[in-house]
């Protein structure tokens, strides 16, 4: 909680990559509760299986869980992989790591390529990794960890011009309405998002589209809550197979019309500009990008600079202004920051977020020109109207 006035009059802001800012019309929609076999609730649920399709580029509904991302990304595992099976996995932040740990978990036998934190994976060197087994390929779409952006639609075309017909999996719980994702188009099998990341809403939803494949490749192993071929039959007639977070179901109707409302490449194309907005602004400030050559369009991450201890400055913006930037994780803690500009986020709340790591900065010692962050980022949506 903030000091002074915020803490009476407002309530806390967050600039995390999840969970993000809820809009007011969603939190009123999400206080609704109905029995969810009723028609009426049916009704509503296969509404949104349908309309999440337009976000994942598909045309099969989708398929939602009530769990938090990691959830869907367990039921993909569970769901279409057996033991034993090889799988590639892509590991280049703590996201990749948990695919890396569900699938041990799960005793698949994965091949590991790692990727250097901030940086993103070269196509052709998951080409290099692919055998004539390799039941599954799991990557992230967003390194949330690392702010790190991967070319998910190059690396799925170079997978399948190397012959590759088997499953691809997309972790894209940040990058939902973030970034483009056509998994019909790109021949992708699996991608799984969250209701805390680009949907405006609280955690408690997750989102798992399935292509003709991967619903032609449901594996046998035990299962039992996680079980997404029974959940596919079901949810295709508007029943999920146990109690949904009902109230969650009303707000995602209320996010998803809202977001149809707007039109999805506005949206697409909205954040290109908050993240091209925000990267001016923190170069300006003297902040050298984390993920310089594949930044994220849901957030950016910054290094902290050199004397500054990125702990207490995130601290500090907490405390003193009532706002949540997240920080590194594991060996990247104390030195980055992660601000996140994803879903239903303005300028003017990015402008406020830059002007309170500004002030936060100069207070932790850091010889800074107070407003020069702002500014740029000011001149560069005046230059690029919305
Ligand atoms: C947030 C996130 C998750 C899921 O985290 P939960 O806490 O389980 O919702 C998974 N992958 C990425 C890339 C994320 O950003």
Request: aromatic share 10%; hydrophobic share 40%; net charge neutral.
């Amino acid at each position: 909680m903030a000091e002074y006035f915020r803490e009476l009059f407002t309530p806390d802001r967050l600039f995390c990559p999840g969970p993000t800012p809820i809009p007011a019309e969603v939190v009123k929609a999400s206080t609704c509760q109905i029995y969810h076999r009723s028609e009426e609730f049916q009704k509503i649920f296969k509404s949104c299986c349908e309309d999440l399709r337009p976000l994942f580029g598909t045309k099969n509904p989708a398929v939602i869980l009530t769990a938090s991302g990691t959830g869907a990304m367990e039921s993909v595992v569970v769901s279409l992989t057996s033991v034993q099976d090889e799988v590639l996995v892509v590991n280049g932040g703590k996201f990749g790591e948990r695919w890396e740990k569900l699938v041990n978990v799960y005793q698949c036998r994965p091949t590991v390529v790692k990727v250097p934190w901030g940086e993103a994976p070269q196509p052709e060197e998951l080409v290099r990794h692919l055998t004539p087994h390799t039941r599954a390929v799991f990557i992230q779409a967003n390194e949330t960890s690392t702010g790190a952006y991967y070319p998910v639609k190059e690396i799925a075309r170079a997978l399948r011009a190397s012959g590759y017909r088997g499953l691809i999996v997309v972790d894209a719980i940040s990058s939902l309405g973030a970034h483009e994702m056509n998994m019909d188009a790109w021949d992708i099998d699996a991608v799984v998002a969250g209701s805390q990341k680009g949907f405006g809403l609280p955690p408690g939803l997750a989102f798992v589209a399935l292509s003709d494949r991967a619903l032609a490749s449901f594996t046998n192993r035990p299962k039992f809550y996680f079980d997404l071929a029974k959940e596919w039959k079901g949810q295709k007639e508007g029943r999920s197979a146990w109690t949904p977070a009902i109230s969650l179901i009303h707000g995602l109707r209320e996010t998803l019309n809202l977001m149809h409302q707007v039109g999805f490449d506005k949206i697409l194309e909205q954040h290109r500009r908050m993240a091209e907005g925000t990267r001016a602004a923190m170069e300006a400030m003297g902040l050298e990008l984390f993920a310089k050559n594949c930044p994220s369009r849901a957030l950016t991450s910054v290094k902290v600079p050199e004397g500054v201890d990125g702990v207490q400055w995130l601290k500090r913006v907490r405390r003193r202004f009532g706002m949540y930037v997240a920080g590194g994780q594991d060996e990247l803690k104390g030195k980055i920051i992660r601000f996140s500009h994803l879903g239903f986020i303005s300028q003017f709340d990015v402008i406020d977020g830059i002007a309170a790591l500004e002030l936060a900065l100069a207070e932790e010692g850091s010889k800074i020109d107070i407003g020069h962050g702002v500014k740029t980022a000011l001149g560069y949506w005046a230059k690029n109207p919305w």
